[in-house]
């Protein structure tokens, strides 16, 4: 398997014409998307400037729910299809927070205090909501046919869509909140609000990769992913590990919820369907398994739907979401590891 860029690797062969040719389209969809960025940039630098702002305020997001979908993919290989919901709750649970609770109507100097507030109440929640899950559901299941947990976390989806549809937690209908934002508006964009993301969102990838790679937890989060049968004969807690891999990806669901709030000022129960597809597409783009690929197929997808839909020569936002998926289509056709994944293959 590969679990967070570690991998095996494919048997080489004397003739290899089927990846050469997957390199050569590669190589040739890159060049065609150079063209097109640059023809956008030619044609109008002002929208163009404004897209590439918004595509990297909404890719840190993606990236950052992404990062929750591969960090459980590393290390039990479940795609956890409620992870994009689980957001949207979080998302309302900002909501009652921030407005409800705290008051805030303006994002300024004064709601630092709420703001750090509600990113730990909802980090909370999204931990112990995920955590759970992984107790009840996956746990039983782990070794069941993997259409059996694969079908559990689609039905927790549901679930968690049903939870936000009740009149006492959101309704089916679209909320508007009275979120106000000041400071300077470039091409269009507030620049307060993509500091934020970036504030809050780089900080807690820095943090994952060195949970990762520099701590005890991380390798034993590493060593489980790798064998779970070796882990417990060296002395690692497997249900633990395993636990605490769904704690992280639950509180970083919690904290792109909040960012998500502030940006957009809404909640719905369906943004999390729509929203975790795209995330959970840069997930596969980058390689899923590698913490890396999940944040650079984060910003990836961001920019081109941003400019797609604002550039000069973009096809427009009726077509944004078949672009998303077309990237994908392509990519698992000719490199179905992602941009950072190894190719592999399973013993049977």
């Not at 109440?121 to 999204?126: D, K």
């Not at 993997?146 to 869509?161: D, E, I, K, N, Q």
């Not at 969102?201 to 820095?206: H, K, N």
């Not at 936002?317 to 941009?339: A, C, D, T």
């Amino acid at each position: 398997m590969t679990a967070w860029g570690v991998g095996g690797t494919r048997r080489k062969s004397v003739i290899r014409l089927g990846p050469l040719v997957g390199r050569i389209l590669g190589l040739a969809l890159l060049a065609l998307a150079a063209i097109w960025l640059g023809w956008n940039l030619v044609a109008d630098p002002t929208r163009f400037s404004g897209s590439v702002l918004i595509g990297l305020q909404n890719g840190l997001l993606y990236a950052l729910v992404a990062l929750g979908y591969t960090m459980v993919y590393g290390v039990i290989e479940l795609i956890n299809f409620a992870h994009g919901d689980l957001f949207m709750l979080a998302t309302i649970v900002a909501a009652a927070l921030m407005v409800s609770v705290f008051g805030v109507g303006h994002v300024g100097a004064a709601s630092v205090l709420p703001l750090v507030a509600a990113l730990v109440g909802c980090m909370a929640f999204g931990a112990a909501i995920n955590v759970s899950a992984e107790l009840f559901a996956y746990r039983r299941l782990r070794t069941a046919p993997r259409l059996a947990p694969l079908m559990t976390a689609v039905g927790l989806s549901f679930v968690f869509r049903g939870i936000a549809q009740q009149d006492y937690v959101n309704g089916s209908a679209q909320k508007n909140w009275p979120i106000e934002w000041g400071g300077p508006i470039v091409e269009g964009v507030y620049l307060y609000k993509l500091l934020l993301v970036a504030a809050v969102t780089i900080p807690l990838l820095l943090g994952m990769r060195f949970i990762v790679s520099r701590t005890r937890m991380g390798k034993a989060m590493r060593a489980v992913a790798q064998d779970q049968d070796a882990a417990r004969l060296v002395g690692i807690n497997v249900n633990g590990t395993i636990s605490f891999t769904f704690a992280l990806g639950g509180a970083l669901a919690g904290a792109a919820g909040v960012l998500y709030f502030l940006v957009q000022a809404q909640t719905y129960y369906d943004t999390g369907t729509q929203f975790g597809l795209i995330a959970f597409t840069a997930a596969v783009l980058g390689g899923i398994g590698n913490l890396t690929g999940a944040v650079v197929g984060g910003l990836a997808i961001g920019l081109i739907q941003s400019i797609n839909e604002g550039g000069a020569h973009g096809l427009g936002s009726n077509w944004s979401q078949s672009v998303v998926f077309l990237i994908l289509i392509v990519l698992m056709v000719f490199k179905p590891e992602g941009i950072f994944g190894r190719a592999s293959t399973e013993k049977v």
